[in-house]
């Protein structure tokens, strides 16, 4: 089969593309915007790329294509889209190929929630990996320890990353429906994407549109302590349902799985073993808890799980170290809404509690570039000694949302600016932490040169 994917550079496109070429199928893909590392990855895998969605890819690159593959960045309008409609061509949706191509059949892991699904997707997928069961896996980021975001392997068990935004242009579910798992974590759940949802309660149909996929005797492993959850879940659930969540908690004192904050896990208020790996924080504690509590219903007893995840390396762009020049250390995080910032400088602070933390905030996600969470952004950054916001084509005042946090913020339109004002107030010591959730125009590598020249000069 030859495949043509539309949108093919971004994570789960890319993925995509990547499992039907190690299926054996020929692939070829477009984008608007064709670039590293998913560009380096594709060509790596002999999959012809085109630059656009000029329509002339119909006669040319995608001449005997047997079906167009539909990433949700394509709209109607779209100039390839269009002809390929007109010309009554067979295309489909991401989601539902892959369902129905790949993940028919297997033992599928899906992990869902508004914070948190991709590191622990890479957590199950390291511990089902520690446990020899060669898992197939999509995550929307790169684990440390498998350096890829896909790949297809002859495993009956597979790992999604189950992401709550439609499916495409034609299809305005979300994609986690068309997964259909046997199991799935269900991590958290807040209001995002207001580009898509109008309120908390679309989102949370849409999840109970997944709890039913699940079948009676799949398993739904699922944070206890979340009032959204419960509403999705008061709806009805077919399948057994294991809650997690910290002790001691007034919450869920009912909770199958719990945590505690030194690490110790037990499991029906019997202890299993003591979490105890290189990720921090409160949430890194409750999305391991999530992995372990999955992975056993596959096989692999908490013990198990426990020894795999202390070689956990983590996820590429989740809290990583681009470089340390002079004493200041600068991180990378894919942090972009309030809860998931807040959350990833409380883990920084646990890690280095004496350090200085500047942040270095792009708000880019469609939520973030309407506003929707504006209000919500000084208390996020609260734990911040110094924070530093990148403006350029935001609709709202930048300025006037973060006031509260007085003389520690401040806003910059101007990226060289930014990078300047961040230069000038690092000191020994200091971590700079730049949280966005697209490459920031490579600001990391800008802060490490200029924090270079600084030390030259």
Request: include cysteine.
């Amino acid at each position: 089969m030859h495949l043509h994917v539309l949108g093919i550079c971004g994570t789960f496109m890319g993925g995509i593309a990547a499992i039907a070429r190690r299926a054996g199928h020929t692939v070829t893909g477009c984008d608007a915007n064709v670039y590293p590392p998913m560009s380096t990855q594709l060509a790596a895998l002999g999959i012809a790329l085109t630059e656009g969605y000029d329509a002339t890819q119909l006669d040319g690159v995608a001449k005997g294509a047997d079906v167009f593959v539909v990433g949700n960045v394509v709209s109607r309008g779209n100039p390839l889209m269009e002809a390929v409609m007109n010309a009554n061509r067979a295309y489909v949706s991401g989601p539902q190929w892959l369902y129905e191509n790949v993940l028919r059949g297997r033992f599928v892991l899906a992990v869902a929630g508004t914070h948190g699904k991709t590191t622990t997707s890479a957590m199950l997928a390291h511990i089902l990996e520690h446990a020899g069961l060669e898992p197939a896996f999509l995550i929307g980021g790169v684990p440390v320890d498998f350096g890829i975001s896909a790949r297809l392997t002859d495993s009956a068990f597979f790992v999604i990353e189950a992401d709550e935004y439609d499916t495409a242009f034609f299809d305005k579910r979300s994609k986690l429906v068309h997964y259909r798992p046997r199991v799935a974590i269900l991590n958290n759940l807040e209001f995002d994407h207001a580009d898509i949802f109008a309120d908390l309660g679309a989102i949370e149909t849409q999840f109970h549109h997944f709890v039913r996929t699940i079948p009676g005797d799949g398993c739904i492993v699922a944070n206890g302590n979340d009032d959204a959850l419960a509403r999705v879940l008061a709806r009805g659930a077919w399948s057994a349902v294991e809650r997690f969540d910290e002790v001691p908690s007034q919450a869920t004192p009912s909770a199958e799985w719990t945590i505690d904050g030194d690490g110790r896990i037990a499991f029906g208020g019997e202890p299993v073993g003591t979490l105890d790996f290189d990720q921090t924080g409160r949430h890194n504690r409750l999305n391991a808890l999530a992995a372990i509590a999955a992975a056993r219903r596959t096989g692999v007893m908490p013990q198990q799980a426990l020894t795999a995840l202390r070689a956990f390396r983590g996820v590429r762009r989740r809290m990583e170290l681009c470089g340390e020049v002079g004493g200041v250390a600068v991180y990378d995080d894919f942090a972009h809404h309030p809860t998931a910032i807040a959350t990833t400088i409380e883990g920084l602070r646990m890690r280095e509690p004496n350090a200085r933390i500047l942040a270095v905030l792009e708000p880019r996600s469609n939520t973030m570039k309407l506003g929707a969470m504006k209000a919500a952004l000084p208390a996020s950054l609260a734990q911040a000694d110094r924070v530093y916001c990148y403006a350029a084509n935001l609709g709202w005042d930048a300025k006037a949302a973060l006031a509260p946090l007085g003389s520690r913020a401040e806003v910059h339109d101007d990226l060289g600016a930014l990078v300047a004002a961040v230069v000038r107030d690092a000191q020994p010591g200091d971590r700079v932490l730049v949280m966005s959730n697209g490459g920031f125009g490579g600001v990391h590598g800008r802060l490490l040169d200029a924090l270079r020249a600084r030390i030259a000069a």
